[in-house]
């Protein structure tokens, strides 16, 4: 009895470590991807594996090893891309986002002091260390049954093979090599990933403006304040999703309506972003810079290049550069990089309000603080200001009211606002009820612009309005779009005669046919635009 026991306690370990290698092989690497029949395939990576398994001595225990590697590399990968598709709506690249790592370390430091970021940081070697041994104890186990009966273990691996073969040569779709090329999609985007950033690096400082005389640059907006206006996660999915354009639509056409009212003209059409659910730096240094920056590390290459800006090409013209960053509250070294005469972040726009949760401060207030600590003031140069909008950030609770523009002081008249409104844990319960308070979020800040441009807009004022990237996949049921809207809004109609040739919709609403460019396209088409032939 205690002999027939522990025989079922070793076929059930022995079915457990079976279990596990398959599960592993096969599971996929996109959440949605992992339903009943996702798991019912041949996979030819476990009979491979066995074949390896069953060579005996010292060359059997060392491809164990080597096997045990691989399948803990490949386990780390598939869960790296579960988080990051669900966020970034792509693969998890070991070179672009080894990074995140740092960042969550560093946020660690801040948050809890160094030695909890240095215990953090040996959990995770823990963590690999435990799954290799995990793997490695897996393999051993079928290792040992393979060995024990090569009669019957070898015949039934080669018969599987020849299965395997057999169909796959036939076509059935229910043979598989998945997670071999996983392993060959991820090797081959690390090498591709050195590649493209010594091709980058080698060209990152190419700019056709490089030499231009500021005399010449931008000529047609002289005298005009410029504002370039990053909406956090204002993607094109407010328009294509039927659930949020039956309200968005609406909303931003009576918005449009009161712009033509006074007198003040919008054209929208759509822009490429590089990133997707978050990373909005990459988007502000594709539009700034006019090259495709896709990761941190062109992103560090471009913040160490002379490559011209947006900004320095404002400021080169004699305007007055300005960064309005109400989400940086630490040191920010890459700000010195894009030209900036001032920076006004977190610590020195002024607000005395509550935050909204993580929202340091509501959209309006930003707008506000701009207008009295940069525009009122007289006499001045013309004001060229990148400003990054934060109210739309996740996780869209509370959602700000818009109130009169003189109420707005010191932000403390927002306190009430503050509170408000469902807590984030009871908002991230229902996707539903996320996707309404993201929806709400962007209706918010562009009816916000609207407003400011009628209230504090005249001949001298030129608004870029551009989302930096559509939201995490949870709001755009997983759209493969990576389009964000643009507008442009001013009162002087030689404005709109200098960009009639881009043919962009009237409005605020987007046509069906409106046109789409690459985000790192438009620098040298706004700058070849407003300046002289």
């Excluded at 796959?168 to 229910?174: T, V």
């Excluded at 997670?179 to 493209?196: C, G, L, P, Q, W």
């Excluded at 403006?209 to 002289?222: H, I, W």
Aim: aromatic residues 12%; negative net charge.
């Amino acid at each position: 009895m205690k002999f027939s026991s522990k025989a079922h306690r070793c076929a059930a370990l022995d079915v457990a470590a079976l279990v596990c290698v398959f599960v592993v092989v096969i599971i996929p690497n996109r959440l949605e991807w992992i339903t009943p029949g996702a798991f019912v395939f041949l996979p030819l990576e476990p009979i491979v594996a066995g074949l390896l398994l069953a060579v005996s001595g010292w060359a059997g225990r060392a491809l164990r090893a080597v096997l045990a590697v691989l399948l803990a590399i490949g386990l780390v990968f598939k869960v790296a891309d579960l988080i990051v598709y669900e966020v970034f709506a792509r693969p998890f690249n070991p070179v672009f986002d080894l990074y995140l790592l740092d960042d969550g370390l560093r946020l660690v430091t801040g948050a809890f002091g160094r030695v909890d970021a240095i215990v953090l940081a040996l959990l995770l070697l823990l963590v690999f260390a435990l799954i290799f041994l995990l793997a490695f104890g897996v393999l051993g186990r079928l290792q040992q049954r393979l060995q024990q009966s090569p009669r019957y273990s070898l015949p039934a691996l080669g018969g599987l093979l020849g299965l395997w073969l057999a169909l796959y040569l036939a076509g059935f779709p229910r043979v598989n090599t998945y997670f071999y090329d996983e392993m060959v999609e991820h090797v081959s985007a690390i090498v591709a990933s050195v590649e493209d950033i010594k091709t980058f690096a080698a060209t990152v400082n190419d700019d056709k403006f490089a030499t231009t005389n500021g005399e010449q640059l931008l000529t047609k907006l002289r005298g005009k304040d410029v504002l370039v206006i990053f909406v956090e996660s204002y993607g094109r999915t407010v328009f294509d999703d039927a659930e949020f354009a039956k309200d968005i639509k609406p909303s931003f056409e009576q918005a449009g309506f009161q712009l033509s009212l006074n007198g003040l003209q919008v054209r929208t059409a759509y822009l490429t972003s590089p990133t997707v659910g978050g990373i909005s730096w990459l988007a502000h240094g594709t539009l700034l810079s006019g090259l495709w920056i896709n990761s941190q590390l062109r992103y560090d290459s471009l913040v160490l290049s002379e490559r011209a800006t947006l900004n320095r090409l404002f400021k080169r013209a004699g305007w007055r550069t300005l960064g309005v960053m109400p989400a940086i509250s630490m040191a920010w070294p890459e700000g010195q990089y894009f030209g900036f005469d001032q920076i006004y972040n977190a610590g020195n726009l002024g607000y005395k309000g509550l935050p909204f949760n993580w929202i340091t401060m509501p959209d309006q207030f930003v707008m506000a603080a701009l207008q009295g600590l940069e525009r009122n003031q007289s006499p001045r140069p013309p004001l060229m200001a990148e400003i990054a909008l934060i109210s739309s950030h996740a996780p869209w609770t509370p959602v700000p009211e818009l109130i009169r523009w003189s109420e707005v002081g010191d932000g403390t008249v927002f306190n009430g606002q503050a509170v408000a409104g469902p807590d984030p844990d009871a908002v991230w319960e229902d996707t539903n009820r996320i996707r309404t308070q993201y929806r709400l979020s962007i209706d918010y800040v562009i009816n916000t612009l609207a407003s400011y441009a009628i209230q504090f807009g005249d001949d001298n004022l030129v608004m870029l309005v551009v989302g930096d990237h559509q939201p995490a996949p949870l709001v755009t049921n997983d759209s493969p779009s990576n389009d964000v809207p643009v507008h442009i809004i001013a009162r002087d109609p030689a404005v709109f005669a200098a960009i009639a040739d881009w043919h962009w919709s009237e409005g605020l609403v987007p046509a069906s046919d409106a046109p789409v460019w690459r985000m790192d396209s438009l620098r040298d088409r706004f700058v070849e635009a407003f300046s002289k032939p």
